[in-house]
């Protein structure tokens, strides 16, 4: 219950904001696009009602994992192996990387998820109403008993639109104002008898190629999905924006088909003009699923469309399809990302409750404290490792580093020595008696691994152990064969015992 709630109180208030930006993109979209064909003002449309659904549903759950995962291990820098790190008990070495946290009373969030649900239920309701009146309407037509004109106009559009292998019923009805089609698997379109009665020819053609264009296009089907799409986000008056312009690019697209395939453009806008007169002139009081020739409310704007000729070039419009894709995909999948994060607040607990857990804090606290001083430099870091993989794995990148650069300078040194290191010895021993007991090579005065700087000097250092814990060091240039120094190491005094 609680995961449902949060899920649900991020979907809706992340809703707000990003359905009004992707509306906004979409109209300046299709505000580009104005002057080329209806089909792409259409998908751009479509494409932001699609959006307007998925934009929250992805940040609701994106912030869903963010919560159920919330602790990040601290970054580790490149100091932390070179110095033991400095415990402090009262730091948190565990870093909390979530997004801003806006947290709501308890009773407005039951309060705004009630209503939804509320709303949700109401908006479902309608839709299964509408369902019902569309069966209702069609169990209601009767058979059509076409005569010449008619058969041969619905053979002519049977072969202009390919309506695939489904069989389109053509029917008629005594109740409805305008032509109507519906139909998942099998598509009908109903036709008025008062139409049929008039028997004008024109507006016959009109209607019957607009109807077989809507099966062609499938756009019964897609009408539906949209409504389910739109279902959720419906509390959005920028949702609804975007359903009426779905509606309305859709008959632009059927007027454009007709005009193009069936009928002169200016005869059918005349057609236009007498169907659409016929139809209510308020909404239907029966709210249906059906599509029809009178489905937008932009007469004027059909008209206007109708008439007018191609402005854009076929090139530039591409381009600027193109780019209005990017216009309306980028800060959508961006404003994804921006995920405000809404919680309940907790409830308050109670004061016994909360003193038990207060000492419970202050236990660990003093149990954090008392490791800290008992911890040695190096138990720290072992500590460290065994929490942290990502230390761990810094640690290893910094010995296998160090020993790479170790082998550059090994071998930068045995390129640079020009005497042997038995001759060091034996220079070594003819300046001090004794046993040999180590001889290294080395240099001082590095420009950079691998390099010596001009004053820099290459050496043998030879240990020579005379007796009783005393030993000399020699100190043989590895150019020249001469004694740079020599030193005195003295036997280290034992401690007296405390």
Request: proline share 5%.
């Amino acid at each position: 219950m609680k995961i449902s709630s949060q899920l649900l109180l991020n979907f809706l208030l992340n809703a707000v904001w990003q359905i009004a930006l992707v509306t906004a993109l979409a109209s300046l979209g299709a505000w580009l696009l104005r002057s080329s064909s209806a089909r792409y003002r259409h998908w751009i449309w479509v494409s932001a009602l699609c959006l307007a659904l998925l934009i929250p549903a992805a940040t609701s759950v994106r912030a869903y994992f963010e919560t159920a995962a919330p602790t990040i291990t601290a970054p580790v820098f490149i100091s932390e192996a070179i110095q033991p790190p400095t415990l402090d008990a009262n730091v948190n070495t565990n870093n909390t990387l979530l997004p801003p946290v806006i947290q709501l009373n308890t009773d407005l969030v039951f309060l705004v998820l009630g209503v939804y649900g509320i709303f949700l239920l109401y908006r479902s309701f309608r839709l299964v109403q509408a369902w019902q009146n569309t069966r209702t309407i069609k169990r209601n037509a009767l058979e059509l008993e076409a005569d010449d004109d008619v058969a041969s106009i619905i053979n002519k559009c049977e072969s202009e639109f390919d309506s695939g292998s489904r069989r389109v019923r053509v029917l008629r009805s005594e109740t409805l104002p305008v032509p109507v089609t519906m139909g998942l698997a099998q598509p009908a379109i109903i036709l008025p008898d008062t139409l049929l009665r008039e028997g004008n020819i024109d507006l016959l053609t009109s209607a019957i190629g607009h109807e077989f264009i809507h099966i062609a296009r499938r756009d019964y089907l897609l009408n539906f999905i949209y409504e389910l799409i739109y279902l959720p986000i419906s509390f959005h008056p920028a949702a609804a924006l975007l359903r009426r312009r779905i509606k309305q690019t859709r008959e632009l697209c059927c007027d454009e088909l007709v005009a193009a395939r069936i009928l002169n453009a200016e005869v059918y806008a005349r057609s236009l003009l007498r169907l659409a007169g016929s139809a209510p002139s308020l909404r239907r009081l029966s709210v249906t699923t059906t599509v029809g020739i009178a489905d937008a409310d932009i007469l004027e704007a059909r008209i206007m469309s109708l008439l007018a000729k191609p402005k854009m070039i076929t090139r530039w419009r591409k381009a600027l399809l193109f780019v209005v894709s990017i216009l309306l995909l980028v800060p959508c999948v961006a404003t994804a990302a921006i995920n405000m994060r809404f919680e309940m607040e907790p409830a308050a607990q109670d004061p016994v409750q909360q003193e038990e857990r207060n000492k419970q804090i202050e236990k660990e606290k003093q149990a954090r404290e008392i490791r800290a001083r008992e911890m040695t430099p190096s138990d720290a870091i072992k500590e460290k490792i065994a929490r942290d993989p990502a230390f761990a794995a810094e640690l290893e990148r910094r010995r296998e580093v160090e020993m790479e650069m170790r082998a550059i300078t090994q071998s930068a040194l045995m390129k640079l020595a020009r005497i042997s290191m038995e001759q060091a010895i034996q220079i070594a021993t003819s300046q001090q008696t004794g046993t040999v007991m180590l001889a290294t090579l080395g240099a001082k005065g590095w420009e950079e691994p691998g390099k010596l700087a001009k004053d820099g000097v290459v050496f043998y250092r030879v240990e020579i152990a005379e007796g009783e814990g005393v030993s000399t060091h020699v100190f043989v240039n590895a150019i020249d064969g001469t004694v740079m120094k020599t030193e005195k190491e003295l036997p280290r005094k034992q401690r007296s015992p405390q």
